[in-house]
């Protein structure tokens, strides 16, 4: 069945075939049957393609069903997303083929959704119920005229750092009618303090405040400092003290609470009386009948009343003034820069520092390798557990749409 | 109705046309597999995946080509895509199950396999599209991503060494070439 003749066995085989063009299958059918040499050739051609038909294979077996569509699928448009019952079908010889053939996936990835339900659901199921908030009281202005003051971290009386400043959700606060002088102690390492008191004079006219002391120093070879007595609105306490935050570093930082809603009621009421003392003896001196020196007596009881009213007048009015403005006791200090002059450094000092300083990084990186090792590792072979059979699937999955339609 | 005309209604949601295709080639496309797959079980698992393939390239068929061919392209992709898991599970493709002659003699389809197993495989592919599939010239080469005339080639060199395995000493042909 080889060349040297013509036509080519090949040609032939693809007349026998079907492959030939009309006319050339006419040529063909004439030449086959002149040709004893071209006989022989389609003959064997003939008895290869017979003997493999000779392999004949069972049927196909009953289950062998067409993949159950849905009734209602949506016609897909032509060239659009894949149509909903083809990708249910998909699925489900999908999920069937694993189920079949890679059980220990299906269990691997059974594992995977259990234990990454379980790390979820774990903070809902140790958070506690939540408790009842009792609702903070919205600010009013009290019966003394004075502003409510914000609530205060720590409550009353009580005394909080820096890092507590923002009061908790459903923290104590003063009830409402109640008088609360507030004192606020600020420290801070200023990077400028130059800067600093044009700061503190501009936020405290900002807001309204008043300086009640300034202390600075600069004396030669100490750290310059201001440290500064300010009264500010209660209202605005927070608004000035974001602002002063702002002049460096807050080294400390302390708020304290007074309740002065008692002293404050012992006030009016002494006031009160004191004016119904001073009332009585006023109706007593006019209608005065007796002797002059029971006359004088009155009167100087009534210069003594009026003396006491008027001291705890004043003492009210200062307490309501510390109510009304929060006391803040700022300390600035300027940032220290140490400045030494060691001169120069020999050559061989500076290489022995340099390999001190090396062994010593060495062995810090040596450590913290280990450390990290030891702190994440076990973390690491979990995740690799978990998330090597998710890859798998994935993989899988991959290869599976590998199965690329011919694009026609 | 035509398979063109069967795919396109199955295209549009038509069960009833996917079925009446599914009824058509659930016979040729059971034996394309049972020739080639390992068994009788995994030949069923990839005709079911060839049908579900169809179900979802329906929507991206064009009717630029015979069906036919289409079908014998996807079906291909599957057994290529099994051919390539088998080997990286290193399992050897060993017949466990082989096919089963509903006609004609044991003997003979024993004996056409041992004539095929001896050929290179991409000739025997080549042969078994062209015999078994009888798809033409053009439509294995594009199945095969060959040129016209490699498929032509190929497929007579097969033949001739089936020849020769077929007829213990008798290379006829050739002798008398």
Known sequence: MTANHSPAPEELMAYLDGEQPPEAARYFQGHLATCERCQLVAQDLRLVSNGLRAWHVEEPPDALRVPQLRTDAAPAAAGGAMAAPAVLVRLSSTVWRVVRARPYALSAAAAVVVLVAAALLQPALKQPPPMPVRPAAAPTASDHGSSRPAPLTGGAGGHADASAQAPAEGQATPPAGSLVARTIRLRIVATDLDAARPLIDRVIRDVGGLVGHVDASSAPGAPRFIRATLRVPAARLEEALASLRQLGRVTHESQQADDATEQAVDLDARIANGRITEKRLAELLRNRTGRVADVLEVEREMARVRTEIERLEAQREKLQGRVAYAMLILEAEEERRAKVDLGPIPLRARLRLAAVDGLGSAASTAVNAALLLLRAGPAILVWIALLLPAWWLLRGTKRRRERAIPDR | ?177
């Open chain 2, 1 to 177: 109705m035509t398979d063109e005309q069967l795919i396109v209604e199955a295209r549009a949601g038509s069960r009833e046309a996917f079925e009446a295709l599914f009824e058509r080639y659930r016979r040729p496309i059971w034996q394309f597999f049972r020739r080639r797959a390992s068994g009788a079980a995994r030949a069923e698992e990839l005709v079911q995946d060839t049908f579900v393939a169809l179900l979802e390239a329906s929507a991206r068929y064009e009717p630029r080509a015979a069906f036919r061919s289409y079908l014998y392209g996807i079906a291909y992709k599957i057994l290529q895509a099994d051919r390539r898991k088998t080997r990286l599970r290193r399992v050897e493709p060993l017949d466990i199950d082989p096919p089963q002659a509903s006609t004609g003699r044991p003997d003979t389809a024993l004996w056409v396999r041992q004539a095929l197993a001896q050929l290179a495989e991409d000739d025997r592919e080549i042969l078994m599209l062209r015999e078994y599939e009888e798809l033409s010239y053009q439509e294995i080469a594009d199945l095969r991503r060959l040129p016209l005339n490699t498929v032509r080639s190929r497929l007579f060199r097969a033949r001739l060494a089936l020849k020769a395995a077929l007829v213990p000493g008798g290379a006829t042909a050739r002798s008398r070439s």
